[in-house]
């Protein structure tokens, strides 16, 4: 009950400075607003209001305060414009309906899914060769550690191009981005869980003489379970990025980038925002549903998770 109110006390604060935040953001528009609609306004013109600092502005003009909520196209919507655009484009609107966030939900979540599972079995099959081969160790995992230091916004519309140029369309391009981020948890993980068992436990099994896949199986694989699942819950939020990010540069019609892309060319601030949160939500779900698959594989071991 403590970690309960502990937490609505920390989303509280958030919506409060939130709203707070909004205020100065949105206060120059409201004001321009108010200027066409004949009231006056401190300073007069808006060549002063340019050079004023928004503080200053919202402290001379109290009154505005309240419109700066309800902007039609405000720089930061207030929480409340969000949740109504959510409720409106997800419980309101038919699944199949083009301006549905679960329509465009499942679109990132099929791509999401396979660059998933693409990354995580590309990432136990590299950690597996880098855990018993010290030649792929001192080659393989310096080289993936420097994939993840090009950034992804410049590498996904060349992967697109390369994979469009030879015919390859459709979802595999963007699941092929999504686990290029995923896959690099996945290894980092799974090879810090096969090399867990100490010492002792690995001394253990040569002495009932045990073999390299016997050892594999029966000692390092169910050690590695935990790290793991660890690891798999960053690569399925990762990889719902890659999903993301590989709908932009296609200019994509369905789909959550797609959604971002379309509100940015129309100066819907609220529909990018309630997009984000969409994303947000459904990485949410991914993340618990693995964390309930782990309470029940861990338990089922024996193992406590």
């Not at 100066?267 to 925002?273: D, L, N, P, R, S």
């Given at each position: 009950m403590k970690s309960f109110f502990a937490v609505l006390t920390v989303v509280a604060a958030i919506i409060a400075f939130w709203y707070a935040a909004c205020v100065p953001m949105n206060i120059k528009g409201v004001l321009d607003q108010a200027e066409r609609a004949g009231a006056e306004i401190t300073p007069a013109t808006a060549k002063e209001r340019r050079d004023m600092g928004t503080f200053g502005l919202v402290a001379k003009n109290t009154f505005a305060i309240g419109d700066t909520w309800a902007q039609d196209r405000p720089r930061l919507p207030a929480p409340h414009q969000v949740a109504v655009e959510l409720w409106k484009t997800t419980v309101q609107k038919k699944v199949t309906s083009k301006r549905s966030l679960i329509y465009h939900g499942q679109v990132t979540l099929s791509a999401t899914l396979l660059g998933f599972a693409i990354g995580t079995g590309l990432g136990i099959l590299l950690a597996v060769g880098i855990v018993h081969s010290k030649v792929m160790d001192m080659s393989v995992m310096p080289w993936a550690i420097v994939s993840q230091t090009i950034p992804i916004i410049a590498l996904a519309p060349m992967i697109i191009v390369v994979l469009y140029s030879i015919g390859v369309q459709g979802i595999l391009p963007k699941a092929i981005i999504s686990a290029y981020l995923s896959f690099f948890p996945v290894v980092v993980g799974m090879v810090k869980g096969l090399r867990s068992p100490d010492a002792m436990q690995l001394d253990l099994l040569k002495t009932y003489s045990a073999s390299t896949s016997q050892g594999f199986w029966k000692l390092r694989l169910p050690s590695s379970l935990p790290y793991l699942f660890a690891s798999l819950k960053i690569g399925i939020a990762a990889s719902l990025v890659g999903a993301i990010v590989g709908e932009l540069p296609?200019?994509?019609?369905?789909?959550?980038?797609?959604?971002?892309?379309?509100?940015?060319?129309?100066?819907?601030?609220?529909?990018?925002?309630?997009?984000?949160?969409?994303?947000?939500?459904?990485?949410?779900?991914?993340?618990?549903?693995?964390?309930?698959?782990?309470?029940?594989?861990?338990?089922?071991?024996?193992?406590?998770?």
């Open positions: 296609t200019g994509a019609v369905a789909g959550l980038g797609a959604r971002l892309l379309a509100g940015s060319y129309y100066g819907q601030t609220v529909q990018i925002w309630s997009a984000l949160f969409a994303a947000a939500i459904l990485a949410a779900l991914l993340v618990a549903l693995l964390g309930l698959i782990e309470r029940v594989v861990l338990k089922r071991m024996g193992m406590s998770a």
